[in-house]
């Protein structure tokens, strides 16, 4: 099992920046990627960022420019800095691992933080 403890979140102006943290523990062997996904009532969660595990980077189009993601391999946490934040960013942030697994993949995630951004 994996476990994923995410902090960070909180409530800001708009132009503001955050950091979230996302802290992995447990089974980590495997690990083919981590990152953020954003949800908003009554919406699908949508990726917003992702680190691979040989360190490729992929991020949204709203977020780009904006947004860093990052990781700390002897913590085995991941980090993503949110710069120039905007009303449209608010939303539930939730941190993903994903392993190889079999033939695919399988994926975890945490709790979820809040992020609220005020206009």
């Known amino acids: 099992q994996v476990q994923l403890v995410e902090s960070g979140g909180g409530l800001v102006q708009a132009g503001g920046s955050l950091r979230l943290s996302c802290a992995a523990s447990?089974?980590?062997?495997?690990?083919?990627?981590m990152g953020w996904y954003r949800q908003v009532p009554g919406k699908q969660r949508e990726l917003v960022a992702v680190?691979?595990?040989?360190?490729?980077?992929n991020y949204a189009d709203s977020v780009k420019g904006r947004f860093t993601i990052s990781r700390d391999n002897a913590k085995i946490t991941v980090y993503l800095q949110m710069n120039s934040l905007k009303p449209e960013d608010t939303a539930v942030y939730y941190c993903?691992?994903?392993?190889?697994?079999?033939?695919?993949?399988?994926?975890?995630w945490g709790q979820g933080t809040q992020v609220t951004v005020s206009s």
């Open positions: 993903n691992l994903q392993k190889a697994h079999m033939s695919g993949f399988v994926d975890y």
């Open positions: 447990g089974s980590i062997l495997s690990v083919t990627a």
């Open positions: 680190l691979t595990s040989n360190g490729r980077t």
